[in-house]
């Protein structure tokens, strides 16, 4: 038996403190790690009876999330033995749509995997509160589906779903009656227990798939690694009904909200950085192109800076098994490279252009390498000890921090002489669209994964260049 206790504090206690009471981990056959499920995986194929996730495990970190995506599931399946199980919790406490979006993520691996027929592997057992989805990469056979109906029959647990199932021949023990909240109403009869688990996987798992993931009032597209959102099933462009709702919405679901009000206040705000100086100083202020150039400029600056930090924030998130690690080491590695990239570029004041043209070819290359090499390197090094990753973090933030911290002081520079009155606004210009960044990023990366922020910081770079506030024969505005 191996365990996992990613958590640092947690294996401190359990395997030095001896906190925990039981003998088993005396027993020889028993091994203790501190890894996430990912790098425990990392390379085994066929090792294991049975994969089991705790039921608390999803809340117990943010990097957690990364152990209920398609890729670790077919990291599962791959180091199974061919009977053996993977057994995913999902709590069913306030909605049955986490089970189905965890479900249609397993079906997703599944299928990702070349099996034709994905609802053959998968079983579903629940209680009141949770349920459990195991999945096997062998079709699973009349006799574990006879031992799972024992098995839950004895504890009173609902068979929600199992290749074969008949509705009409299955007992309800925990009602569960399906709601609707397109349309506010319980559509379950109420003279006769239901399963709302049931009828959804049903829907799910059969023909009508397709019809059933579009039209539904959730969005219960699988979470990846590069869309990493378990708590995510809000559409985006159903805000409006969402709003309406927002009494039965989950308090997982409130991040998309925070986003959303967080990025309208950004917005309100940055106007009025925006607009203020330029009727303060409107008889002293550049030309019209002018003004309207170096807003691009830092507008650009702010965005793709963060994009690109945000992107980097993730991966490294993933990368190190711990979001707290993930922060401190990016942003250090960033800060730190990117200011000694402000100070080199003191070497490029006569010449600030070609520091620019340097520095976002830098950039560019890096973003292309990022989308093509970054995700398969990180795997390939997942296994690593810990301090290594660190130092690969580090080694990949740093040219294009150093890179990154050219066009903000090339572009400030240009602020001088007569128009000196203008640095304040583009600094805080600058600022204000890169708290307009965060909250954008998390909506896009939510709607379609990190990697479109990596393509749009290369077009928010590729705007940097083309709008240099600089007018020809000039170096300054």
């Known amino acids: 038996m191996v365990a996992l206790e990613p958590g640092d504090r947690l294996f401190e206690l359990v395997s030095r403190e001896r906190a925990y009471p039981d003998a088993a981990l005396n027993d020889p056959r028993v091994r203790l790690l501190d890894s996430a499920p990912a790098v425990a995986l990392a390379g085994v194929r066929g090792r294991y009876h049975v994969i089991d996730i705790a039921s ?3 809340q117990q970190a943010d990097a957690n999330k990364f152990a209920f995506t398609v890729e670790a599931m077919q990291d599962y ?4 033995k061919p009977n053996g199980i993977a057994s995913i919790p999902v709590s069913i406490r306030e909605f049955t749509v986490y089970a189905v979006k965890m479900l249609e993520t397993a079906r997703g691996a599944l299928a990702g995997m070349g099996i034709e027929h994905p609802e053959r592997h998968l079983m579903v057992y629940r209680s009141s509160w949770n349920a459990r989805i195991l999945v096997s990469p062998q079709p699973f056979s009349e006799a574990d589906i006879a031992r799972l109906k024992a098995f839950a029959e004895k504890r009173s647990f609902d068979t929600s779903f199992y290749p074969g199932i008949d509705p009409a021949k299955v007992p ?7 709601v609707s909240l ?3 109403t319980v ?6 227990a239901s399963d709302a688990l049931r009828e959804e996987g049903l829907r799910l798992l059969g023909p009508d798939h397709d019809s059933f993931v579009k039209d539904h009032f959730f969005n219960l597209e699988p979470a990846t690694h590069d869309r990493p959102f378990f708590y995510s099933v809000l559409h985006v462009g159903e805000l409006g009904k969402v709003l309406k709702r927002i009494a039965l ?7 998309l909200l925070i986003n959303v009000a967080v990025l309208m206040q950004s917005l309100l705000l940055a106007s009025l950085i925006l607009g203020l100086p330029l009727v303060r100083y409107r008889r002293d202020r550049p030309k019209t192109e002018a003004i309207l150039k170096a807003i691009l400029y830092f507008a650009g600056l702010g965005l793709g800076f963060l994009f690109l930090e945000i992107y980097l924030i993730e991966k490294a998130s993933f990368f190190l098994s711990d979001r707290t690690y993930a922060f401190a080491v990016v942003l250090a590695a960033m800060l730190i490279f990117s200011g000694a990239g402000s100070y080199y570029s003191g070497n490029y004041l006569k010449h ?7 520095a976002c070819i830098v950039i560019f290359v890096w973003i292309l390498a990022a989308l093509i090499l970054l995700d ?3 795997l390939w090094l997942l296994a690593a000890p810990m301090a290594v990753k660190v130092l690969v973090v580090v080694v990949v933030a740093a040219p294009l921090s150093f890179a990154l911290g050219f066009p903000f002081p090339l572009g400030l520079y240009l602020f001088r002489g007569g128009r000196s009155h203008f640095l304040p606004w583009a600094w805080s210009l600058n600022g204000a669209f890169s708290v307009i960044a965060t909250p954008l990023a998390n909506l896009l990366a939510l709607a379609v994964g990190y990697r479109i922020a990596l393509v749009l910081a290369l077009l928010f770079y590729a705007t940097v260049l083309l709008t240099f506030p600089v007018t020809r024969g000039e170096n300054r505005i």
């Not at 399946?77 to 199974?80: D, I």
């Not at 919405?249 to 991040?255: A, H, S, V």
């Open 352 to 358: 600030p252009k070609r520091g620019l043209v340097l």
């Open 249 to 255: 919405i989950p308090r997982e679901e409130l991040g």
């Open 56 to 58: 608390d495990f999803l």
């Open 187 to 192: 559509l379950s009869r109420a003279d006769q």
């Open 172 to 178: 309800i023990w925990n009602d569960l009656p399906l």
């Open 77 to 80: 399946f791959r180091a199974l």
């Open 376 to 378: 398969p390197l990180l």
């Open 182 to 184: 397109d349309s506010e």
